[in-house]
């Protein structure tokens, strides 16, 4: 069971295996529950909309064919659940900003690497959704341009685009932080 | 000035942007590992195989009990029904005179042949309330085919007094096997006990004709009980039928008064009043 593919494993869940499921499940459970993490920032809503990600999955597995990719398919419908909740919500603001400029601020010996990670996190939560969205697909899932243009809806030169514009802010703070490292 | 190629290749986004994402991928790389929680698997696990279950076709448990409400409803109207509708044949109710064949053999056998009249016995109830008479059927089967091998051989040779003997034996024999069989059926014997008292008193056949002799054996395969007397004849030819019932016997003599048949009515007044000495004939009748 272990050396199928994803769209196998799918259609045998599908047709009634729930070893089929269990592995499946195995495979991705880590990726995309960083990749809903890190766009929602939040552990409890998080886990949440992780759950409800499954729950369509898993409602949804009489109409996936096998021909589509399942990884695909499992993103575009955790990033449209999302995507969901975020219209949803209203906007909030974040105070966080403040806070990595003060940490920005800070003395260099006082950033260890595990603060320096926890700031690009940080700096990734900042990232408009859209980018945020894309960066993370990219990230956790390892999909190519086209599938995370697939998946999120747009043209692949939107989502490289995106793309482009998510690293470059990602890459300023981490050359402030390796510069205020240096200093 | 510097030129933008001069610059470091992770300073210059618009080229390097995958290095960046590298840079980015191997800077998020040492973060703890976040993983669902254990609980959250769970739940989600569970709820893939709730599906799966739910989603299977249920086993048809009303089948069990809809094929057994059916076997029940059915059991039971067939017990109602036999109860209902077996004819009583201790007192001769549901056995009818079949009118249609006395004119009709009387015609067919009145040159130089014997009458050979039948008694049919038709039950006007439903083919259950027949399962009773099904003994009686296979009984005048047996006598048919009997008659027709002695009759083939003897009775048609014989002078009419020994065809009388060989049909009243024939009868005996068959009323003899029929008490030996329904020994345990006392309702049945009965009935059969008062058939063969009112049937071997009546006069027999001197001659047969053959084919008066097939058609009973038609008739009686066809599912009508349909018994060659051989005990009723009349000179003329003219044939008649046992009234098993004074009522039924009553009302065919009215039917022969009606078309006029006033001799066969004579027989058959006689035959009645020999039958049922102590019966009350209707006044029509008595003139």
Same mark, same amino acid.
């Given at each position: 069971m272990r050396?199928r593919?994803d769209e196998q494993l799918m259609k045998t869940y599908a047709g009634g295996s729930m070893e089929a499921f269990e592995v499946l499940y195995e495979?991705?459970?880590?990726?995309?529950?960083?990749?809903?993490?890190?766009?929602?920032?939040?552990?409890?809503?998080?886990? $949440?909309?992780?759950q409800g990600s499954w729950e369509k999955i898993i409602k949804a597995r009489g109409r996936y064919k096998d021909?589509?990719?399942f990884?695909?398919w499992?993103?575009?419908i955790?990033?449209?659940?999302?995507?969901?909740?975020?219209?949803?919500?209203?906007?909030?603001?974040?105070?966080?900003?403040?806070?990595?400029?003060?940490?920005?601020?800070?003395?260099?010996?006082?950033?260890?690497?595990?603060?320096?990670?926890?700031?690009?996190?940080?700096?990734?939560?900042?990232?408009?959704?859209?980018?945020?969205?894309?960066?993370?697909?990219?990230?956790?899932?390892?999909?190519?341009?086209?599938?995370?243009? $697939?998946?999120?809806?747009?043209?692949?030169?939107?989502?490289?685009?995106?793309?482009?514009?998510?690293?470059?802010?990602?890459?300023?703070?981490?050359?402030?932080?390796?510069?205020?490292?240096?200093? | 000035?510097?030129?933008?190629?001069?610059?470091?290749?992770?300073?210059?986004?618009?080229?390097?942007?995958?290095?960046?994402?590298?840079?980015?991928?191997?800077?998020? =790389?040492?973060?703890?590992?976040?993983?669902?929680?254990?609980l959250l698997d769970q739940a989600i696990l569970n709820t893939a195989r709730r599906e799966l279950t739910a989603s299977r076709p249920r086993p048809m448990r009303w089948v069990g009990a809809f094929a057994t409400a059916a076997v029940v409803i059915l059991a039971l109207s067939i017990v109602?029904?036999?109860?209902?509708?077996?004819?009583?044949?201790?007192?001769?109710?549901?056995?009818?005179?079949?009118?249609?064949?006395?004119?009709?053999?009387?015609?067919?056998?009145?040159?130089?042949?014997? &009458?050979?009249?039948?008694?049919?016995?038709?039950?006007?109830?439903?083919?259950?309330?027949?399962?009773?008479?099904?003994?009686?059927?296979?009984? &005048?089967?047996?006598?048919?085919?009997?008659?027709?091998? $002695?009759?083939?051989?003897?009775?048609?040779?014989?002078?009419?007094?020994?065809?009388?003997?060989?049909?009243?034996?024939?009868?005996?024999?068959?009323?003899?096997?029929? =008490?030996?069989?329904?020994?345990?059926?006392? $309702?049945?014997?009965?009935?059969?006990?008062?058939?063969?008292?009112?049937?071997?008193?009546?006069?027999?056949?001197?001659?047969?004709?053959?084919?008066?002799?097939?058609?009973?054996?038609?008739?009686?395969?066809?599912?009508?009980?349909?018994?060659?007397?051989?005990?009723?004849?009349?000179?003329?030819?003219?044939?008649?039928?046992?009234?098993?019932?004074?009522?039924?016997?009553?009302?065919?003599?009215?039917?022969?008064?009606?078309?006029?048949?006033?001799?066969?009515?004579?027989?058959?007044?006689?035959?009645?009043?020999?039958?049922?000495?102590?019966?009350?004939?209707?006044?029509?009748?008595?003139?």
């Open positions: 050396d593919s495979r991705h459970r880590g990726t995309l529950y960083r990749y809903i993490l890190r766009l929602v920032g939040n552990p409890a809503t998080a886990n $949440d909309l992780y021909t589509a990719p990884k695909a499992m993103y575009r955790a990033h449209n659940h999302v995507m969901d909740h975020f219209r949803r919500e209203q906007p909030v603001e974040d105070t966080q900003a403040e806070d990595m400029a003060d940490n920005q601020a800070g003395p260099v010996e006082r950033i260890s690497v595990e603060k320096r990670q926890q700031q690009l996190v940080t700096a990734i939560e900042k990232l408009p959704p859209e980018q945020k969205d894309t960066l993370m697909l990219k990230l956790e899932s390892g999909l190519d341009l086209q599938t995370i243009a $697939d998946v999120t809806g747009v043209n692949r030169e939107t989502a490289k685009s995106r793309l482009r514009y998510a690293v470059k802010k990602l890459r300023q703070v981490m050359g402030s932080l390796e510069l205020s490292q240096e200093l | 000035m510097m030129d933008p190629k001069d610059r470091k290749p992770e300073l210059n986004p618009e080229n390097n942007w995958e290095q960046d994402l590298e840079s980015v991928r191997s800077a998020l =790389s040492g973060l703890e590992s976040v993983e669902p929680p254990d109602v029904q036999q109860d209902q509708k077996t004819p009583d044949l201790r007192s001769g109710n549901g056995i009818k005179l079949d009118a249609a064949r006395p004119a009709a053999t009387g015609k067919e056998n009145s040159i130089g042949a014997a &009458a050979i009249p039948e008694i049919q016995l038709t039950s006007p109830q439903s083919p259950a309330a027949l399962s009773s008479e099904e003994p009686l059927k296979m009984e &005048a089967q047996t006598v048919e085919r009997k008659r027709q091998k $002695d009759a083939a051989s003897n009775v048609a040779a014989a002078p009419p007094s020994e065809a009388d003997h060989a049909a009243k034996k024939a009868m005996k024999q068959v009323s003899e096997e029929s =008490s030996f069989r329904h020994a345990d059926d006392p $309702d049945l014997a009965e009935s059969r006990e008062h058939f063969e008292d009112e049937s071997l008193d009546m006069p027999v056949a001197s001659t047969r004709d053959a084919d008066a002799e097939e058609e009973p054996v038609r008739a009686a395969q066809a599912g009508t009980l349909r018994i060659e007397s051989s005990l009723v004849e009349k000179a003329e030819g003219v044939s008649a039928e046992i009234m098993l019932t004074p009522e039924a016997w009553i009302e065919y003599m009215f039917e022969l008064q009606k078309t006029e048949q006033f001799g066969e009515l004579k027989v058959e007044l006689e035959a009645f009043r020999k039958s049922y000495p102590a019966y009350p004939l209707p006044s029509q009748l008595r003139d």
